[in-house]
T-cell receptor
Framework: DQQVKQNSPSLSVQEGRISILNCDYTNSMFDYFLWYKKYPAEGPTFLISISSIKDKNEDGRFTVFLNKSAKHLSLHIVPSQPGDSAVYFCAASAIYNQGGKLIFGQGTELSVKP | GAVVSQHPSRVICKSGTSVKIECRSLDFQATTMFWYRQFPKQSLMLMATSNEGSKATYEQGVEKDKFLINHASLTLSTLTVTSAHPEDSSFYIC????????????FGAGSRLTVL
């Protein structure tokens, strides 16, 4: 049972444009959501997070939007840069229910072309 | 910032041998660490939750006798892959929750295990 889904395995964007990565979840107990960036043969690096009490969180070029009714979140990167090329994982946790363990989506490989 | 160190980064072993991977929180104490496994082009799958001073909690389908976890101190958790087989070849990543932003996990750099 895939509780966190990233249905797009890959995304290609032109430098300077907006990248939008999507994530859906099924477990209504999730109350905290995170985005991680990962390069090959390295561990994931935390990017940005959002609590379920919010619908938007912004940090520089990165903005995460949460639509609880649709059980959907998205990560917007604008403007996209070639250095943003990596695999992006969304993750969800239910801090008070499942001990805070993170459940990851399958990842979306972002390629930003110059 | 919080740093999680993982060692070794790469290990190649023969089938039937055991391999130990260490995960250390360098500048913070971690009562709980999480071990993940990633196959190529796939998601990070949670294997187990390592608890300092007590038994690890394994996810469904993960053999606890195969993947031994020891969390002997507040800064060290180890994962031992016992009697490794080629199908155990994978990328193993540990993580810990640092003091700041309690919901954020900090990940180690991962360990690539190849079993011949």
């Amino acid at each position: 049972d895939q509780q966190v889904k990233q249905n797009s395995p890959s995304l290609s964007v032109q430098e300077g444009r907006i990248s939008i990565l999507n994530c859906d979840y099924t477990n209504s107990m999730f109350d905290y959501f995170l985005w991680y960036k990962k390069y090959p043969a390295e561990g994931p690096t935390f990017l940005i997070s959002i609590s379920s009490i919010k619908d938007k969180n912004e940090d520089g070029r990165f903005t995460v939007f949460l639509n609880k009714s649709a059980k959907h979140l998205s990560l917007h990167i604008v403007p996209s840069q070639p250095g943003d090329s990596a695999v992006y994982f969304c993750a969800a946790s239910a801090i008070y229910n499942q001990g805070g363990k993170l459940i990851f989506g399958q990842g979306t490989e972002l390629s930003v072309k110059p | 910032g919080a740093v999680v160190s993982q060692h070794p980064s790469r290990v190649i072993c023969k089938s039937g041998t055991s391999v130990k991977i260490e995960c250390r929180s360098l500048d913070f104490q971690a009562t709980t660490m999480f071990w993940y496994r990633q196959f190529p082009k796939q998601s990070l799958m949670l294997m187990a939750t390592s608890n300092e001073g007590s038994k690890a909690t394994y996810e469904q389908g993960v053999e606890k006798d195969k993947f031994l976890i020891n969390h002997a101190s507040l800064t060290l958790s180890t994962l031992t892959v016992t009697s490794a087989h080629p199908e155990d070849s994978s990328f193993y990543i540990c993580s810990a929750r640092s003091g700041y932003g309690a919901n954020v996990l900090t990940f180690g750099a991962g360990s690539r295990l190849t079993v011949l």
